[in-house]
């Protein structure tokens, strides 16, 4: 049996989706097990740029069956234009390689308005990406949401089952508009939002999506019984995981290995491998604590070099040094096999390389992540830069300095390295 795991230990877009696209060569299916439109894995192939939310990063390979999983959450109208997208790009989304388990929840538009309202009565903002993902899962939680298998039942009663998630929203809003009136808040007020506006909106894409819908795990269990590939698609990463992140700075779902099995619908004893993703360096979208970040001429060379632009709201990323007490605290909640290294050129440019491995903690020095690390400093230690990766194709042909840097990785997290990114196609990949 041959079942592997790819997941982000950082902050998210370390490269998941072209790790994805890499291991996908021989798969049998990849599924995407977690998150929603907020998340964007991008590949590049072929020369060819292709950004992904919702479609799994195996899309692009018209042999292999992709999956969006019951764990993720989606919105029609993102999917229904990413399907579109795809094809007009010559990229085959049929029937034969494009599933949608009939168990993963809906994202209507009140959702994104729920995600607006929240930010507007925080003081400390999360900086989500307003895309209506958390007060899915909110809902979903609540137990009042609704899932891709209700698309298909009788109208009336989905329009009776969408009234019945509604009824929390619009008392919500109507609260939040007095204050809005009364001068608290400086926001545009919220619409009131009726059963039949969000019907409408499911029949408006039931139609590019219905024939995708299906029951899972009679397609899981066969190529189980296979012995088939299967890659299980993580998003997001560790540190913006529910429970095992920066909370409250976190994602509302829970991409850590376990909660992606479990999204993914596959239990952990079937999964043989589980590669981390992380880059040469950190970068990290919205609000939160980040004890490496660079606020100066370096974190802009970084950025720029790095391309490092949010794939889902084109937000410059904030950037920094790579944070190994973060990596090496993943490996055992996430039961690491191995690990993919990207963006190794890109950091190889600077001469000199800090890289993180403890922390000034309450007077102590520590080698562990607090709960609290916003009031870590960090300790780094200095490696040489300046190396070119250009033209190597293995690890004995990288640079010294290079390859210094990958072993340090390896003897600091005590996790092998198995891949490493030296560059944004996946071609630029070297099996260690």
Same mark, same amino acid.
Request: proline share 2%; net charge positive; no cysteine.
């Given at each position: 049996?041959?079942?592997k795991m790819i997941v982000g230990l950082q902050y998210g877009d370390e490269g998941k989706g072209r790790a994805v696209h890499y291991e996908a060569k021989q798969a049998s299916i990849v599924i995407r097990a977690?998150?929603?439109?907020?998340?964007? !894995?991008?590949v590049v192939a072929n020369g060819k740029k292709y950004a992904m939310h919702l479609l799994p990063s195996a899309i692009i390979r018209p042999e292999v069956l992709s999956m969006i999983g019951p764990g993720v959450v989606a919105d029609l109208q993102v999917l229904t234009e990413e399907i579109k997208q795809m094809r007009d790009a010559g990229i085959k989304v049929e029937r034969d390689n494009f599933v949608i388990s009939e168990r993963t929840h809906i994202t209507f538009p009140h959702h994104k308005q729920l995600d607006r309202l929240y930010e507007m009565l925080k003081s400390n903002k999360v900086g989500t990406t307003g895309r209506g993902v958390g007060t899915t899962y909110e809902e979903k939680a609540r137990r009042t949401n609704l899932r891709m298998h209700d698309?298909?039942?009788?109208?009336?009663?989905? @329009?009776? @089952?969408i009234a019945e998630n509604l009824k929390v929203y619009n008392v919500l809003v109507t609260e939040a508009n007095k204050l809005i009136e009364q001068g608290v808040y400086q926001e545009d007020k919220f619409p009131i939002i009726t059963a039949d506006e969000e019907f409408e909106y499911c029949m408006t894409y039931k139609e590019a999506i219905k024939d995708y819908i299906a029951d899972i795990y009679p397609i899981l269990d066969k190529a189980i019984e296979k012995d088939e590939l299967i890659i299980i698609e993580g998003a997001q990463s560790f540190w913006l995981d529910n429970d095992h992140g920066d909370y409250p700075m976190t994602t509302s779902s829970h991409p850590n290995a376990s909660g992606t099995a479990s999204g993914a619908?596959?239990?952990?004893?079937?999964i043989n491998e589980v590669i981390g993703v992380i880059k040469a360096y950190s970068s990290r979208v919205g609000n939160g604590p980040f004890i490496t970040e660079q606020k100066n001429e370096i974190g802009d060379k970084?950025?720029?070099?790095? !391309?490092? #632009?949010?794939?889902?709201?084109?937000?410059p990323r904030r950037t920094g040094w790579l944070d190994l007490v973060m990596v090496k605290h993943t490996k055992n909640p996430s039961g690491l096999t191995s690990l993919c290294v990207n963006h190794l050129d890109t950091i190889g440019k600077l001469d000199k390389i800090n890289v993180c491995i403890g922390y @000034? #903690? @309450?007077?102590q020095v520590i080698k562990h992540v607090p709960i609290d690390k916003e009031n870590c400093e960090p300790i780094y230690q200095e490696m040489k830069g300046g190396w070119n990766t250009e033209g190597a194709t293995t690890f004995e042909e990288l640079p010294k300095e290079a390859q210094e840097y990958i072993k340090f990785i390896e003897e600091y997290t005590g996790v092998p390295v198995k891949y490493i990114g030296v560059g944004a196609d996946e071609k630029?990949?070297?099996i260690k």
């Open positions: 049996m041959s079942i977690t998150g929603g439109s907020n998340a964007g !894995h991008t698309l298909l039942i009788d109208s009336s009663e989905l @329009k009776n @089952k619908g596959i239990g952990p004893t079937l970084i950025r720029e070099w790095g !391309h490092e #632009y949010g794939t889902t709201t084109g937000r @000034k #903690y @309450k007077g630029r990949t070297i």
